[in-house]
T-cell receptor, first 111, second 112 residues
Framework: GQQLNQSPQSMFIQEGEDVSMNCTSSSIFNTWLWYKQDPGEGPVLLIA?????ELTSNGRLTAQFGITRKDSFLNISASIPSDVGIYFCAGHEGGADGLTFGKGTHLIIQP | NAGVTQTPKFQVLKTGQSMTLQCAQDMNHNSMYWYRQDPGMGLRLIYY???????DKGEVPNGYNVSRLNKREFSLRLESAAPSQTSVYFC???????????FGDGTRLSIL
């Protein structure tokens, strides 16, 4: 199957800091998605990207669909305690099958 | 609006027992999916149903069967549970394959 490399695996930051994480793929995707998962819950969609080069914001979150269609990044500005969780990138090649997920970035905010 | 509902939320089985995980969505979505989530592995696709009446294998289908009972419901069955199937199982749905998927809150399954 397709490989999605998501980095970093974990981040330890101070409240108020900006955060950046990214995903790279071994092949081209038609759609990039970013999800957040809180403990004991399912992933919740944060941002969806559909075109190469697309830059989309959702509040303090900004994500971009790479020009090569093989990568995407997610930035979080001015982190707050409720940003803690696991962030997943996911890509879709096109077709009826499911998403390919990265292994997640654990975001931890230190007091 | 409940979205995607999974039952049960937790289950413990003995090796060799059978079990059906239930999933229902109330968003009139056409496509439904079953994933498993293991530590450090992300989510991996087990089976999917692109539309009512169709099912297809995903990345890790061995040991599982599925039934798309109607447009709302998509069940996952373990015929003879094995410890390697200990995982968190997520159901997801979407209106069409090119749209984002919406997830349930998962079923936490332990097999002893």
């Amino acid at each position: 199957g397709q490989q999605l490399n998501q980095s970093p695996q974990s981040m330890f930051i101070q409240e108020g800091e900006d955060v950046s994480m990214n995903c790279t793929s071994s092949s081209i995707f038609n759609t990039w998605l970013w999800y957040k998962q809180d403990p004991g819950e399912g992933p919740v969609l944060l941002i969806a990207l559909y075109k190469a080069g697309e830059l989309t914001s959702n509040g303090r979150l900004t994500a971009q669909f790479g020009i090569t269609r093989k990568d995407s990044f997610l930035n979080i500005s001015a982190s707050i305690p409720s940003d803690v969780g696991i962030y997943f990138c996911a890509g879709h090649e096109g077709g009826a099958d499911g998403l390919t997920f990265g292994k997640g970035t654990h975001l931890i905010i230190q007091p | 609006n409940a979205g995607v509902t999974q039952t049960p939320k937790f289950q413990v089985l003995k090796t060799g027992q059978s079990m059906t995980l239930q999933c229902a969505q109330d968003m009139n979505h056409n496509s439904m999916y079953w994933y498993r989530q293991d530590p450090g592995m992300g989510l991996r696709l087990i089976y999917y149903s692109a539309s009512e009446g169709t099912t297809d294998k995903g990345e890790v289908p061995n040991g599982y069967n599925v039934s798309r009972l109607n447009k709302r419901e998509f069940s996952l069955r373990l015929e003879s549970a094995a410890p390697s199937q200990t995982s968190v199982y997520f159901c997801a749905s979407t209106t069409s394959w090119d749209q984002p998927q919406h997830f349930g809150d998962g079923t936490r399954l332990s097999i002893l």
